[in-house]
């Protein structure tokens, strides 16, 4: 059965750092892209960050590029993602999903990242 | 990297058909024929609907179609069941490995 698990999330405060990571199981990790997605509270569905199946590239929403950055170890089956310079705008659940092609296949439960003083 | 345009909201009764509409522009919607949707109720994780415009993964009822006219796509479902209330969501691949989601429609079944 495919599985993805967030974990990582939780309070921080403004212009902090969190990661979250991402364990997969159940398919084999290095042949899949995966992606970050994040629904703030009682809003839409962002798409944040993909990286390709090998980790050599990367791509951003404008809303975080610069601030963060996705890895992936594929040896460890897990992906991650770092934030720095968190805003309250941050502020949401972060959905770690796995990619098929160009649609979102399998998606984690969640992480909540709350970003507040 | 604007959201995809979706009504707030449709409403249809039990076996009556509802069509959620999808609009992007000619950079993401109209370009590309990877538009997928995807189905989330409230407090739950979002589940994929449909895929490339018009594939419905294993598992996912025939009374789910999808379909696109240029900037436009659309999700119709059919023979509408209580069940089928829920939030849906389009995405389209935007290019250069960036994608973008729908505002999000509420389906409710009178």
């Known amino acids: 059965e495919v599985q993805v698990v967030e974990s990582g999330g939780g309070l921080v405060q403004p212009g902090g750092s969190l990661r979250l990571s991402c364990s997969a199981s159940?398919?084999?990790?290095?042949?899949?892209?995966m992606h970050w997605v994040r629904q703030a509270p009682g809003k839409g569905l962002v798409w944040v960050s993909h990286?390709?199946?090998?980790?050599?590239?990367?791509t951003y929403a404008d809303s975080v590029q610069g601030r963060f950055t996705m890895s992936r170890d594929n040896a460890k089956n897990k992906a991650y993602l770092q934030m720095n310079s968190l805003r309250a705008e941050d502020t949401a659940v972060y959905y770690c999903?796995?990619?098929?092609?160009?649609?979102?296949?399998?998606w984690g439960q969640g992480a909540l990242v709350t970003v507040s003083s | 990297q604007s959201a995809l345009t979706q009504p707030r909201s449709v409403s249809g009764s039990p076996g009556q058909s509802v069509t959620i509409s999808c609009t992007g522009t000619?950079?993401?919607?109209?370009?590309?024929?990877?538009v997928s949707w995807y189905q989330q109720y409230p407090g739950k994780v979002p589940k994929l609907m449909i895929y490339?415009?018009?594939k419905r993964p294993s598992g996912v009822p025939d009374r789910f179609s999808g379909s696109k006219s240029g900037n436009t796509a659309s999700l119709t479902i059919s023979g509408l069941q209580t069940e089928d209330e829920a939030d849906y969501y389009c995405?389209?691949?935007?290019?250069?490995?960036?994608?973008?989601f729908g505002e999000g429609t509420k389906v409710t079944v009178l």
């Open positions: 159940g398919f084999i990790f290095s042949t899949y892209w």
């Open positions: 990286i390709n199946n090998d980790g050599s590239y990367t």
């Open positions: 000619s950079s993401d919607v109209g370009v590309y024929n990877y």
């Open positions: 995405c389209s691949y935007a290019g250069t490995y960036t994608w973008v």
């Open positions: 490339d415009v018009n």
């Open positions: 999903v796995r990619g098929d092609s160009h649609w979102f296949s399998n």
